[in-house]
């Protein structure tokens, strides 16, 4: 069993950065990969980025060169940083291990 728990959502202007983190506990492993999903309001969940075992890391191309993933697996933590944010990033963003395990999701919104 797997509890994944996200943070550092909240409300920011276009052009500003915003961190998440997803702390695991539970059965917890290194070996799986870690990811971001989010859902907007009448819209399907769509990939953001994923960090895999090895660390190698692919991003949409929606956010690519803007939003960084990484992972600190002594702390069983994921993180995304997002940076250059713009309105359509606002969503529901999800944690998930190897799309076994989901978090709860956190809300990020983007004004213009």
């Known amino acids: 069993q797997v509890q994944l728990v996200e943070s550092g959502g909240g409300l920011v202007q276009a052009g500003g950065s915003l ?8 059965r917890t492993s290194s070996r799986y990969d870690m990811g971001w999903y989010r859902q907007a309001p009448g819209k399907e969940r769509e990939f953001v980025a994923v960090i895999r075992w090895n660390s190698d890391t692919y991003y949409a191309d929606s956010v690519k060169g803007r939003f960084t993933i990484s992972r600190d697996n002594a702390k069983n933590t994921v993180y995304l940083q997002m940076n250059s944010l713009k309105p359509e990033d606002t969503a529901i963003y999800y ?4 799309r076994g395990y989901w978090g709860q ?3 990020v919104t983007v004004s213009s």
């Open 105 to 107: 999701g956190t809300q």
């Open 19 to 26: 961190r998440l983190s997803c702390a695991a506990s539970g």
């Open 95 to 98: 944690c998930t291990r190897d």
